[in-house]
């Protein structure tokens, strides 16, 4: 009995970290619009953390060309 307990915590905390991992990786992703399997749709808009991005970019950029002068 204790056996199968610890079975089925590990199956279900597994199954928890893999959909959260996913759902990580999509936020990460610069992608407008995600499907999962065909059931899930999200749209985002990511102008802004484009701009975001570009602006992080631009500045690491100028930091390492002060850096070499």
Known sequence: MVLSEVFYSFVITSFIGCILSIVAACY???CSE???CGCVNIKRNVEMEE???LEM???KNNVEVKDNN
Do not use: E, H, M
């Open 57 to 59: 970019i631009k500045n």
């Open 51 to 53: 701009k975001t991005d």
């Open 28 to 30: 990460k992703s610069k």
């Open 34 to 36: 995600i499907g999962i």
